[in-house]
């Protein structure tokens, strides 16, 4: 999917090997995508002059088992892992740091976060509220989050069934710390959202 005549996956990888904490990078993509994958990331190392080891892996059916394809990829040397949606193109180079750092630190699972602005209802199966969290403690997760190695292997030997990387950590009884994410980290799965990237681009640019 283009955005400002190139490839989603082109913008999200420039982030990464921009990030100097990041040291190696594997692209988990469908197995019919994975040549079109592997020319975006020459392109992309050859613009940025970067020699970052890029690596390109068929995924899975479900997002989990995709993370475990990755996660399978990667080298022994690895201890920090960071799971990263292509779909949030436009995270800045900040977020990864802020996110790797924390880890460095000593948290064993870590996710940016925005405040959520809206109410949110609990509601029962049938409709009904059941009950209002209270906003100023709701944080709306991005990626890319960031776990010790061992912690997210472990996680995913568990289970894989969960919307998000943070959440089979959870499962472990394993404590995720939430740092400041950013609004252009906004994942594009509709037109709309499309168009909202455009436009943040076309900000930045000026």
Excluded: N, Y
């Excluded at 209270?134 to 989050?145: E, F, G, I, K, M």
């Excluded at 472990?172 to 909202?196: H, I, N, S």
């Amino acid at each position: 999917m283009p955005l400002a005549g190139m490839p989603l996956l082109e913008h999200a990888l420039r982030a990464v090997l921009a990030c100097p904490g990041v040291a190696e990078a594997v692209l988990v993509v469908p197995t019919t995508h994975c040549e079109q994958a592997e020319r975006v990331s020459a392109d992309v190392c050859r613009a940025l002059g970067s020699h970052t080891t890029v690596t390109v892996t068929s995924g899975g059916t479900q997002r989990g088992d995709s993370v475990a394809a990755g996660l399978g990829a990667l080298t022994d040397e690895v201890d920090v892992v960071l799971v990263h949606d292509a779909a949030r193109c436009l995270t800045p180079v900040d977020v990864f740091t802020r996110v790797i750092a924390a880890v460095a630190a000593g948290a064993v699972a870590v996710v940016p976060g925005t405040p959520v602005v809206d109410t949110v209802k609990q509601v029962d199966e049938d409709g009904f509220v059941v009950a209002t969290p209270d906003r100023s403690a709701l944080r709306a997760v991005q990626t890319p989050q960031g776990f010790r190695r061992d912690v997210i292997e472990r996680a995913h030997a568990q289970s894989s069934d969960a919307t998000d990387d943070a959440g089979l950590v959870e499962r472990l009884g394993e404590r995720v710390l939430v740092v400041e994410g950013d609004p252009r980290a906004l994942k594009v799965t509709t037109p709309g959202d499309l168009q909202a990237a455009a436009r943040l681009l076309d900000a930045t640019a000026h």
